[in-house]
């Protein structure tokens, strides 16, 4: 296996997208790539992952960055498992056949046939100049990656819009506070339950509250996971109808007819 390292070329390759579009890495030069490499659809934290590239979109593009998603599933297993999150617009490529070519290539292709949870940045000229390979349990923070494309392009970052520094916002407590976002179908599923169920909740959006997702990360290990319920200070992640209604039920916050 072919092991990169900073200041090589990145290899070039050719690979289908979920937007039935192939893409051509070579083809996006004079722009910024980031490559994140997941292991494979419909696992928890892939699943927390991907959509929050979509999530911040604008932020990298202001940073003339193209992000481009890969893992060693066909197209139509990405094309099913990205409609559960109402749309990703930026190309998720398939290195399905031949398995796991491009992920040989750049060295991060694991023994059970899937890939690392890893991230390169190639630079304008093609060149690549960051790698992480990630714990493979873990999320990769989009700051870490937002940080590195300003050191790599400081013209880009120059060009960046400024953003006023948010104040601490405060993060509710008592009763049923659920943390969420907008893509989520646990998410989805979680709401209709406790709406079904007459259960008042306070919901928090972590893609909007940037204090929240630092909870929910010291919460679970590292990991967006949607949704993390805080329920009088018994924190758990998922949505799991027994465990929901085991801890409803010891704070008598649920009455079963």
């Given at each position: 296996m072919?092991?990169?390292?900073?200041g090589q070329p990145a290899p070039d390759f050719v690979l289908p997208s979920h937007l039935d579009k192939d893409i051509r890495l070579s083809d996006y030069r004079g722009k910024n790539v980031v490559l994140a490499f997941f292991p494979l659809a419909w696992t928890p934290v892939c699943s927390s992952?991907?959509?929050?590239?979509?999530?911040?979109?604008?932020?990298?593009?202001?940073?003339?960055?193209?992000?481009?998603?890969l893992s060693v599933d066909s197209v139509p297993c990405l094309k099913a498992w990205l409609d559960t999150f109402n749309g990703v617009t930026y190309?998720?490529?398939?290195?399905?056949?031949?398995?796991?070519?491009?992920?040989?290539?750049y060295g991060v292709l694991?023994?059970?046939?899937?890939?690392?949870?890893?991230?390169?940045i190639v630079d304008k000229q093609g060149i690549i100049r960051y790698i992480d390979i990630h714990d493979v349990d873990k999320q990769p923070d989009n700051e870490v990656l937002l940080a590195?494309?300003?050191?790599?392009?400081?013209?880009?970052?120059?060009?960046?819009?400024k953003t006023e520094k948010l104040a601490d916002e405060k993060i509710p407590t008592g009763g049923v506070v659920m943390y969420c976002t907008g893509w989520c179908p646990d998410c989805r599923r979680a709401r209709k339950w406790l709406s079904e169920h007459n259960v008042p909740y306070t919901e928090v959006n972590i893609n909007s509250n940037p204090f929240a997702a630092q909870q929910v990360m010291r919460w679970n290990n590292g990991n967006r996971t949607t949704p993390t319920f805080d329920i009088n200070g018994d924190v758990f992640a998922n949505f799991d109808e027994n465990k929901l209604v085991e801890v409803l039920k010891k704070h008598s916050l649920l009455i079963l007819t």
């Amino acid at each position: 296996m072919t092991h990169l390292t900073i200041g090589q070329p990145a290899p070039d390759f050719v690979l289908p997208s979920h937007l039935d579009k192939d893409i051509r890495l070579s083809d996006y030069r004079g722009k910024n790539v980031v490559l994140a490499f997941f292991p494979l659809a419909w696992t928890p934290v892939c699943s927390s992952q991907i959509p929050w590239y979509e999530a911040d979109k604008a932020r990298f593009a202001a940073l003339d960055t193209q992000v481009f998603a890969l893992s060693v599933d066909s197209v139509p297993c990405l094309k099913a498992w990205l409609d559960t999150f109402n749309g990703v617009t930026y190309p998720v490529l398939s290195d399905f056949w031949p398995h796991g070519d491009v992920a040989q290539k750049y060295g991060v292709l694991r023994s059970n046939g899937t890939s690392e949870r890893a991230l390169f940045i190639v630079d304008k000229q093609g060149i690549i100049r960051y790698i992480d390979i990630h714990d493979v349990d873990k999320q990769p923070d989009n700051e870490v990656l937002l940080a590195e494309l300003r050191k790599i392009d400081p013209e880009a970052a120059a060009r960046e819009p400024k953003t006023e520094k948010l104040a601490d916002e405060k993060i509710p407590t008592g009763g049923v506070v659920m943390y969420c976002t907008g893509w989520c179908p646990d998410c989805r599923r979680a709401r209709k339950w406790l709406s079904e169920h007459n259960v008042p909740y306070t919901e928090v959006n972590i893609n909007s509250n940037p204090f929240a997702a630092q909870q929910v990360m010291r919460w679970n290990n590292g990991n967006r996971t949607t949704p993390t319920f805080d329920i009088n200070g018994d924190v758990f992640a998922n949505f799991d109808e027994n465990k929901l209604v085991e801890v409803l039920k010891k704070h008598s916050l649920l009455i079963l007819t």
